[in-house]
């Protein structure tokens, strides 16, 4: 690979150990993938941040990483941790669990990495522009950025986001490159998709018949950016989708001729939401994977205004959303009606089967895969006004 002076003087050493760790990452991931170069990065989102995923032996990599001196050069953010910074107490989070997280938090700070905690960056503190590059670690974020952005991202793991973040670089492969952002999966929608669930299960479809190919949509009349996250959330989850486009709907559209279509159905939709949901009445409901925007906070205000839900309800959001939620006298609705908005955290990155839940409800096609396969969850599937129980 060709370095840099300034690369090649961070693989060297000269700007201290932990400079020198992670360029020896990027160097190794580059080989691996054929980059013939390094990119400069505007920004990084660091996955591996809830103790919940990454137990003791991640806080060790860390506290190495800050006892080497590791600073970010770009804008930082991080992936949700696995509680409320603020609430983790009314959330009833196990103190030991606490206690590490704030460990971990705690780590990455002295990085100088910005506590944001959210899978959605792009809705609360960077929103990269087309063709900016990035190195993005949550699988949702990526697909996002990518597709509904414009911006290119590899799918980072924890450890090459972070390496990235140290040196400001990224290897130079894959979706960085525009020979690689060609769909050659057309997926022709005939049928109606309107809310998130919907798009959910059609992301979910999708996503497992894609194996790693761009998918391109046809026949999606309108989706806002709400739908558009909860799309590319469920084909990351259920699959390994980073960049999907949408005809007349995401910025670029690069589709080969020849390309293999497939079609969704009234059916298939029908059948997947009846794969991903139980008979049974959730103890818990959670919204917001990924995190909830403004909208998403107010739907769910205006579905439980001045009534009493009969089962815990979160809404899972960024603490920047919250903040405006409370401004905007959303989450007193949602508290009043006995629910909850939870800033840092999701339903999957924290310790919910700790926490005596196992019956839990989503409108997301990620969280279902993901409630079920690692929180050990029944999941009911469906839409908000629906899975609520009022
Ligand atoms: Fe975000 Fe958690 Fe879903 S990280 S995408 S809310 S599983």
Redesign the pocket.
Known sequence: MELSKSEQSMYDGELGEACRQSMEILMALGKIYGAKNMIPVTSVQV?GVSYKTIGDAGLEYLMENVKNGAKVKVPTFL??AGMDREQWQEMKIPEQFAKKQIEVLDAYAKMGISMTC???PYLVEIRPKVGEHIAWA????IAFANSVLGARTNREGGPSALAAAICGVTPNYGLHLDENRISDFVVKVNCDVKSNADFGALGYWVGERANARNPAFVGIKSASEDRL?ALG?AM??SGSTALFYVKGITPEWKVKTGAEEVEFTKKDMQTTKEKLTSPEKPQLVTI????ASIDEIMEVAGIVKGKKVTCDLWV?TARKTKEKADKEGLTAVIEKAGGRVIAD?????CPLEEMGYKVTGCN?G??AK?LANLCKQKVVYGDVGDIICK
């Open positions: 996955a992936n949700p959210t899978c959605t949550e699988s949702s974020a996250k959330a990351a989850a917001g994977c990924p995190h899972c955290t999701c339903m999957v990155v997301s990620k969280a993901y």
